[in-house]
């Protein structure tokens, strides 16, 4: 294990303000269809995601899922009708054998992912669970790890980001990465149960209350060889909610055979919203 103590140059942290695509309604269904038409929030320089291609613009996926709270506290399976690389398109119900009720709401609330054991309580509170681990997608993050709320009176659904996007740049000759884990220095709270009050087009604010969920880990499926120059680093993508790390953070790297490399930083750092913190190129060297 090599451990070391450097403040991480900073490349860019964009924090311009956001700005709303208009969406396109074309197509667009009334609610009592079971269909929904669904958009995605973007801001003014480059797009972020559900799915992020080499340009940063962001798209659904085919056969995505959310969860559909249609003005009750029941919530409802729903399945992206469109394709891969869609901006926008029409959410279906999925049929289900299963009958339920729930009380009555005076708004539309979806969640992104889909998760059963996303509700809306009684207290009008909606409850999620952000992912502890995050899959490895290149140039990218994984399916499912950011998560989205729309909070609408109708159709259409504007879907907007809970978090913020980490971008890690790492280089090393030889060098392939099977995980890397995310912890910030003061114990921040970094997945787990969180917790939010739905409100109609506001941004979503929510609350995290695990007080053990205080890592994020971005897992490979298969080893990620890492390019050798640092001009050409590999990007690594972690979705975090907004965090503010007091004392900064540390990123522990684990190669193909086990092996850690850990780096820390002490300095105040923050990710925001809908904003990418990308940190400058890291060279990942094993004892």
């Not at 054991?117 to 290149?138: C, F, H, S, W």
């Not at 209350?209 to 897992?219: F, H």
């Amino acid at each position: 294990m090599k451990t070391h103590l450097f403040p991480l140059a900073l490349i860019c942290l964009l924090t311009i303000s956001c700005s709303v695509q208009e969406p396109d309604t074309k197509g667009v269904v009334t609610p009592g269809d079971d269909v929904f038409y669904a958009t995605l929030e973007s801001y003014a320089g480059p797009d972020t995601k559900v799915y992020v291609d080499e340009k940063i613009k962001m798209h659904w996926d085919e056969g995505d899922l959310i969860s559909m709270f249609n003005k009750t506290t029941l919530n409802q399976e729903y399945r992206f009708e469109g394709k891969t690389g869609d901006y926008a398109g029409n959410f279906k119900e999925v049929p289900s054998d299963s009958f339920g009720t729930g009380n009555l709401l005076d708004y539309l609330c979806a969640v992104y992912p889909y998760s059963i054991a996303t509700k809306i309580g009684n207290d009008d509170v909606l409850t999620l669970t952000l992912p502890a681990e995050q899959v490895y997608q290149e140039g990218s993050f994984g399916p499912g790890a950011n998560t989205m709320v729309s909070v609408t009176d109708g159709n259409p659904l504007m879907f907007k980001n809970v978090g913020g996007y980490l971008v890690l740049k790492f280089y090393g000759k030889g060098v392939s990465i099977s995980s890397i884990t995310l912890e910030g220095n003061n114990g921040e709270k970094l997945s787990g149960k969180a917790t939010m009050t739905p409100v109609i087009g506001e941004a979503p604010k929510i609350t995290l209350s695990d007080d053990k969920a205080t890592s994020i880990t971005l897992t490979c499926d298969k080893p990620v060889e890492l390019d050798e120059s640092k001009e050409n680093s590999t990007l690594f993508w972690i979705v975090v909610p907004p965090t503010t790390f007091s004392k900064g953070f540390k990123l522990t790297v684990t190669g193909s055979d086990g092996k850690e490399f850990i780096k820390n930083t002490d300095k105040n750092l923050s990710i925001v919203r809908n904003t990418l913190l990308r940190i400058a190129p890291i060279e990942v060297k094993f004892n």
